[in-house]
């Protein structure tokens, strides 16, 4: 099935309406569920991060667009280690009207199949200029938080992931519904892209789609009802 995500004003409709699309359910391939552990062995992981449907090389930029916010991602030369396994530190600024909204720095890695781990984050939301919350904030192995997939190897239809887990503060979950999507954004006009849907038990009604270009990553982000992202520019980085 193709569906084109139009440019911004047309796109979050379309999708509301489009949100009926229901991937295979009960699809794991052998990819983390729900709070089940995970004991990751840093041998089997690298920082070179190469998924087609979301590399992450260092100094590569993103910028998006949601509401009146703007969102810039950058993939920093630097890496963390994160219960033993060296991550690829991501730099995520949104603001609002020129102010800090909210300011994280995200930790990846990829194993040798070419998963994509989301291995924690540390974030920081801003009211005036000033921290008003930390809530989001995990790292795996650290009271109880789990590593998760946010970009299985080989996307599949039914496909289904734990994203991120720490009890009451990140439950994301995903799902991938497509691969054969098209999606026409500032940025570009994209074939083959990727779609999923993402959830949290946190909050069973929200839901969110988002959509995955190859050799650039995440183009665009719908939420039935609420705001919506799409990437206005992207600039690759050098390694």
Do not use: C
């Not at 590399?55 to 993939?75: A, C, D, F, L």
């Not at 069973?204 to 609420?226: C, D, N, T, W």
Request: proline share 5%.
């Amino acid at each position: 099935m193709h569906r084109t995500i139009p440019t911004l004003a047309v796109a979050l409709i379309a999708l509301g309406a489009g949100a009926a699309v229901a991937a295979v359910p009960g699809q794991s391939g052998g990819l983390p569920q729900g709070d089940e552990p995970v004991k990751l062995d840093p041998a089997n992981f690298t920082t070179k991060i190469d998924n087609p449907y979301w590399p992450m090389v260092p100094g590569s930029r993103w910028v998006y667009r949601e509401g009146e916010q703007r969102i810039v991602v950058t993939v920093l030369r630097k890496t963390r280690m994160v219960a033993g396994v060296e991550a690829r530190v991501v730099h995520d600024v949104v603001r609002e009207n020129g102010d800090l909204v909210e300011d994280t720095f995200d930790w990846y890695a990829q194993d040798r199949r070419g998963n994509l781990w989301y291995l924690g984050e540390n974030t920081k939301e801003y009211e005036n200029g000033r921290v008003s919350s930390t809530a989001g904030s995990w790292e795996y192995g650290v009271d109880g938080a789990q590593a998760g997939i946010i970009m299985p190897a080989k996307p599949r239809a039914g496909l289904h992931y734990r994203q991120e887990y720490l009890k009451g503060e990140a439950e994301d979950e995903g799902e991938v519904v497509s691969t054969n999507e098209h999606a026409n954004v500032s940025a570009g006009f994209f074939r083959g892209v990727l779609m999923t849907r993402d959830t949290t038990r946190l909050e069973p009604r929200a839901v969110e789609y988002k959509f995955y270009a190859k050799g650039v990553g995440e183009v665009a982000a719908l939420s039935p009802g609420g705001d919506n992202e799409e990437l206005l520019r992207y600039r690759r980085g050098r390694g």
